[in-house]
T-cell receptor
Framework: DTAVSQTPKYLVTQMGNDKSIKCEQN?????MYWYKQDSKKFLKIMFS???????INETVPNRFSPKSPDKAHLNLHINSLELGDSAVYFC???????????FGNGTRLTVT | DAKTTQPPSMDCAEGRAANLPCNHS???????VYWYRQIHSQGPQYIIH???NNETNEMASLIITEDRKSSTLILPHATLRDTAVYYC????????????FGTGTSLTVIP
């Protein structure tokens, strides 16, 4: 019954590796997002996708690439992982208009 | 990017009302005020939002000043489970559904 689900919950990997985080929403929402929360707990938007089109990309390194196979999924691919990529990544979704975001429970990425 | 200012931390006695202030002095006429909270690294949870009228739901009340430059989130009877970081967000109306989170207020409910 989870509305926005992310996998994995924890991800530990070494520098230079490529990894993916998956996100699925069963709410029928039109827009999905990825946020990054760093060690200082600051939540920063990375991407948003609307109807399979990227509409906003916030100064994120091109090592990060969102991929949306369909409206219910927005996966995050990260190439050549760096120590500074360690953070909690949150997926979210929302319907059109002024409706609020619904967040997943996050993926804690640790790069060693 | 955030357009809001909140105190970094607050305490509240269990059972009492928690009043969390937020300044958004540069808010535009068509921008809404949203409140979210984050409990211990879980995903942020939506609480309430409003434009200019006061709003109330089962979780909280939102009081927005007449000039819309500030607002207050009220948790009427705080419980220990309300301990969380509370974010006040002004939705940037011209950039799709962008939500910019500030640093929030860490609320501790004390037994």
């Amino acid at each position: 019954d989870t509305a926005v689900s992310q996998t994995p919950k924890y991800l530990v990997t070494q520098m230079g590796n490529d990894k993916s985080i998956k996100c699925e929403q069963n709410l029928g929402h039109d827009t999905m997002y990825w946020y990054k929360q760093d060690s200082k707990k600051f939540l920063k938007i990375m991407f948003s996708y609307n109807n399979k089109e990227l509409i906003i990309n916030e100064t994120v390194p091109n090592r990060f690439s969102p991929k949306s196979p369909d409206k219910a999924h927005l996966n995050l691919h990260i190439n050549s992982l760096e120590l500074g990529d360690s953070a909690v990544y949150f997926c979210a979704s929302s319907p059109a208009g002024l409706s609020p975001l619904h967040f997943g429970n996050g993926t804690r990425l640790t790069v060693t | 990017d955030a357009k809001t200012t909140q105190p970094p931390s607050m305490d509240c006695a269990e059972g009492r009302a928690a009043n969390l202030p937020c300044n958004h002095s540069t808010i535009s006429g068509n921008e809404y005020v949203y409140w979210y909270r984050q409990i211990h690294s879980q995903g942020p949870q939506y609480i309430i939002h409003g434009l200019k009228n006061n709003e109330t739901n089962e979780m909280a009340s939102l009081i927005i000043t007449e000039d819309r430059k500030s607002s207050t989130l009220i948790l009427p009877h705080a419980t220990l489970r309300d301990t969380a970081v509370y974010y006040c967000i002004v939705r940037v109306a011209n950039t799709g559904n962008q939500f910019y989170f500030g640093t929030g207020t860490s609320l501790t409910v004390i037994p």
